[in-house]
């Protein structure tokens, strides 16, 4: 049922003005929650990146925090027509002396010529010996072509595969090839045709025998199966591409430029965190006075700031890494380098975790990933706290609304009967001075 208003046409006053008026008295609360809930989600939105920015600083100091992350090592060969190299994360620095003898062959037999690809050869049974293991081959009559017999071979699973060579040759000019998929002598092959009848049984030939890459390192002889030789030298693997009886040398050592890119990449992600924390630090700034950002930068200062104990190298400044205004940090990249060529060890020391020893930049990377624990992380923490006031907050302006609109509905009702009754009383007041008053006698 709808509520008539007479919106002060009875009284002459701007019943609806006063209305509006009233009820946005009322809303004043709403209005101060809604407030609030904008400012929580600002909150919210300044966390979210400086947790983004955390993470991002958590993860450039989980690259250099081992020795093998740190590492950064290359590898220089001698003769990289011959061989080159590349250095894993436990590869040691070192120099070695190369010969490459043979590489890894894999084993190919070939069959006489067949004049077609629908020649015969045969129904029955081929079997094919891979390191010990047997696999028949099996031909049906009406399907056991050359061309069947290579499809069956390649869809057996044995180890090898077959192709079909073309000589250009009229007649006889047909051959199937069986090829090991592998390369060394584990991958060898015999194939046995005696269990095949009724066609011309394939003879095969072996025109590539199976071998092993040989090489000499320091004068010690390696085999491989492959031509790339993985554990001969502690992680270094070796990719053969050729022979030379001439000694090469093989050096692996420092990458000062990809380890100057890491440290510059961690010194980068540091600067951006705390720039973004100076910019918090305004006078409009979302998280001015904010105790968490306080406790962060508080935190990972103190860290980067502490001694650690042993060796000559015991400050970031002392690499080139210096603190500088705003809490930002300068790099040195000659400073570095220098500090590298001298103590690689040393230097290495303020950023790993090896052992019983726990460098700088591991100790800021496990201070890190506990500010950002997705269960009981700092973050996490804020992030719930801000929610549950959001949803406080919005609870209450539901309840609020319900008040506002119920207060609303009174006050209209009330204007309206006053109007009412203003009206009645005005309509009798003109029914009245419509009488005419006569006197008698």
């Not at 070939?110 to 293991?133: E, F, H, K, P, W």
């Not at 992680?235 to 022979?243: A, D, K, N, P, Y």
């Not at 918090?280 to 306080?294: H, K, M, V």
Request: aromatic share 8%.
């Amino acid at each position: 049922m709808s509520t008539f208003s007479f919106g002060g046409l009875a009284s002459g006053m701007d019943t609806a003005s006063i209305v509006r008026q009233l009820v946005a008295l009322r809303r004043q609360p709403i209005m101060r929650l809604e407030s609030k809930i904008d400012v929580y989600k600002r909150t919210k939105s300044a966390y979210s990146d400086l947790e983004t920015k955390v993470k991002n600083l958590m993860s450039m100091a989980q690259d250099l925090d081992t020795p093998q992350e740190y590492s950064s090592l290359a590898v220089t060969s001698g003769n990289e027509g011959v061989l080159t190299a590349t250095a894993g994360y436990q590869a040691q620095q070192g120099s070695y002396d190369i010969i490459v003898n043979t590489l890894a062959e894999a084993q190919k037999d070939r069959t006489q010529g067949y004049d077609s690809l629908m020649a015969d050869v045969g129904t029955g049974t081929m079997t094919i010996l891979v390191n010990g293991n047997p696999t028949d081959i099996s031909l049906a009559a009406g399907a056991s072509s050359l061309a069947d017999l290579r499809f069956a071979i390649n869809e057996s699973g044995a180890g090898v595969t077959a192709t079909i060579l073309h000589d250009g040759s009229e007649t006889g000019g047909y051959y199937l090839v069986v090829s090991a998929e592998q390369t060394g002598t584990d991958a060898a092959f015999s194939i046995d045709t005696s269990g095949l009848s009724g066609g011309t049984s394939p003879a095969f030939i072996t025109t590539q025998t199976a071998v092993n890459a040989s090489l000499e390192i320091d004068g010690l002889t390696v085999t491989s199966q492959t031509n790339s030789v993985a554990g001969a030298i502690e992680g270094v693997t070796l990719e053969l591409t050729g022979t030379d009886a001439t000694e090469f040398n093989l050096n692996v050592g420092v990458d000062p430029e990809a380890l100057k890119e890491k440290v510059q990449s961690f010194v980068d992600a540091y600067n951006e965190l705390f720039s973004y924390v100076e910019l918090q630090r305004g006078e409009e700034a979302t998280l001015r006075g904010d105790s968490n950002i306080r406790s962060i930068t508080s935190r990972i200062q103190r860290i980067m700031t502490t001694s650690l104990s042993g060796g000559d190298i015991t400050m970031f400044a002392q690499v080139g890494v210096k603190q500088i205004e705003d809490g930002l940090l300068s790099f040195d990249e000659n400073v570095f380098t220098t500090a590298v060529a001298e103590d690689y060890t040393g230097v290495r020391n303020l950023f790993v975790s090896s052992g019983t020893h726990e460098g700088t930049v591991y100790l800021l990377g496990e201070a890190l990933d506990d500010m950002t624990d997705s269960i009981d992380g700092m973050f996490k923490f804020s992030q719930e706290a801000l929610d549950d006031r959001i949803e406080n907050a919005e609870d209450s302006i539901t309840r609020y609304e319900r008040i506002v609109s119920s207060y609303e509905a009174r006050i209209t009702a009330q204007f309206t009967a006053m109007e009412r009754l203003i009206a009645n009383i005005q309509n009798q007041g003109n029914a009245l001075s419509g009488f005419t008053y006569t006197q008698i006698g």
